[in-house]
């Protein structure tokens, strides 16, 4: 099989791991091969891949597909990034899910037991992703006033911040009055 680069070669693998339900262990793993084998002993499984000089495709050269090993219910390679990824859709129409919740989804889905702080972890990625940093989006609002100012000469806009003991500000208020709308 070829694959485009190395993280889509990754994806697969951990998809692959997770669906048999088997504990895979990298051996080699950078941006040039990646080797694996079953964590069960005695299984035979192996996958050798590297990257093709030639194309800069990611190529695997050996494979055995034998497992001897049974179907596990924990899985290293489900983790946050993975189920963030595997989630979106579902944390996006729902912001709020409870880390219990997913816990339920992915037992039902996938067969697999794993933690709640992994989960809450892949929902906070997936939040972040699409709502941005909301610390960074608030330290800018002294920029959002000056704008403000700047494009409606004679308004008055006065922002309050909350001043902490590790020296971060919180946003406190935020008053606008438009000169337009003045008498």
Not at 24 to 45: E, T
Not at 69 to 81: A, L, Q, V
């Amino acid at each position: 099989m070829v694959f485009e680069n190395v993280k889509k070669f990754r994806e697969a693998l951990s998809k692959y791991a997770i669906e048999r339900g088997c504990q895979l262990d990298k051996i080699h793993n950078d941006q040039r091969r990646v080797k694996v084998k079953c964590k069960a002993n005695g299984c035979p499984w192996i996958l050798y891949a590297s990257k093709d000089f030639k194309s800069s495709d990611f190529i695997i050269k050996t494979y055995n597909p034998r497992h001897k090993c049974y179907r596990t219910n924990t899985n290293t390679m489900c983790n946050s990034k993975f189920l963030a990824k595997y989630y979106k859709s579902r944390i996006v129409s729902q912001p709020c899910i409870k880390g219990w919740k997913i816990q339920d989804l992915i037992r039902t889905d996938m067969g697999l037991y794993v933690g709640k702080f992994v989960c809450l972890k892949a929902r906070k990625i997936v939040l972040k992703e699409i709502m941005g940093d909301h610390i960074a989006e608030f330290s800018r609002i002294y920029d959002y006033r000056d704008m403000l100012l700047k494009s409606n000469p004679g308004s008055t806009c006065v922002v309050k911040v909350t001043n902490c003991d590790d020296g971060k500000n919180f946003f406190h208020s935020f008053y606008i009055c438009f000169s337009a709308l003045k008498k």
